[in-house]
């Protein structure tokens, strides 16, 4: 059993950067993988991130590369997700969630831990 708890969000202006982190606890970091996804009211959930916990390659969501990074720190078993150039279309609820494959998938469904989830709102 793996417990995530996510912590860094709150309210950011439009253009801002903010870090969210994702603590892993209960579980082995030895073949996971480990993403982030957020969903905004009305919407799907949307992968943002994923990180391959073995070979450290990531994976983005669409046109999100570039302003969004994924990182960890591997002795705090927490992964960290750096968001820049924020805009008010970044506005959602951010997931982190783990899975137990070295694949990194976009689809929510594959994915069987997930944290309760922090809010980033971007106002102007």
């Known amino acids: 059993q793996v417990t995530l708890v996510e912590s860094g969000g709150g309210v950011v202006q439009t253009g801002g950067s903010q870090r969210l982190s994702c603590a892993a606890s209960?579980?082995?970091?030895?073949?996971?993988?480990m993403a982030w996804f957020r969903q905004a009211p009305g919407k799907e959930r949307e992968f943002v991130a994923g990180?391959?916990?073995?070979?450290?390659?990531?994976s983005y969501g669409d046109s999100l590369e570039g302003r969004f990074t994924i990182s960890r720190a591997n002795a705090k078993n927490t992964v960290y997700l750096h968001m820049s150039s924020l805009k008010s279309e970044d506005t959602a609820v951010y997931y982190c969630?783990?899975?137990?494959?070295?694949?990194?998938?976009?689809?929510?469904?594959?994915?069987?831990?997930w944290g309760q989830g922090t809010q980033v709102t971007v106002s102007s």
């Open positions: 969630a783990a899975r137990y494959s070295p694949a990194v998938i976009t689809t929510p469904s594959e994915y069987t831990y």
């Open positions: 209960g579980g082995t970091s030895a073949s996971y993988t």
């Open positions: 990180l391959n916990w073995v070979n450290g390659r990531t």
